[in-house]
């Protein structure tokens, strides 16, 4: 059964990122966030790499541009890299990979 090891360790880095923005500031928002975004991009990327159907990889695509509009916009408001600029820019380029994915 085949694992997409790179899109679960997106998950995890997005759900940890969570805990420590709800750690360190005090955000329910962030813990909400991170854990909900990793879970969806966990198990959607998980169900793109087990299954034969192409239209799979849209939900873990979607969720990933839908994250990075949102730490974007983030970013662009307060102009800090940590955690919005990281988080934009990892989920931009997980969802150029999983476009590059659906496409080929």
């Known amino acids: 059964m085949p ?11 997005v759900a940890i990122g969570g805990i420590i923005g709800a750690v360190k500031a ?3 928002q962030s813990l ?10 966990g198990g959607t990327s998980h169900a793109a790499a087990t299954s034969a159907s192409r239209t799979t990889i849209l939900a873990p695509l979607l969720s990933c541009l839908a994250l990075g509009i949102i730490m974007g916009k983030r970013y662009s408001e307060t102009q ?6 990281l988080i934009s820019a990892a989920s931009l380029l997980m969802t150029l990979r999983f476009a590059a994915k659906y496409i080929l």
């Open 3 to 13: 694992t997409d090891i790179l899109g679960i360790s997106f998950a995890v880095f």
């Open 26 to 28: 005090g955000s329910t």
């Open 32 to 41: 909400v966030y991170g854990l909900v975004f990793g879970l969806l991009i």
């Open 80 to 85: 800090k890299f940590m955690p919005g600029g």
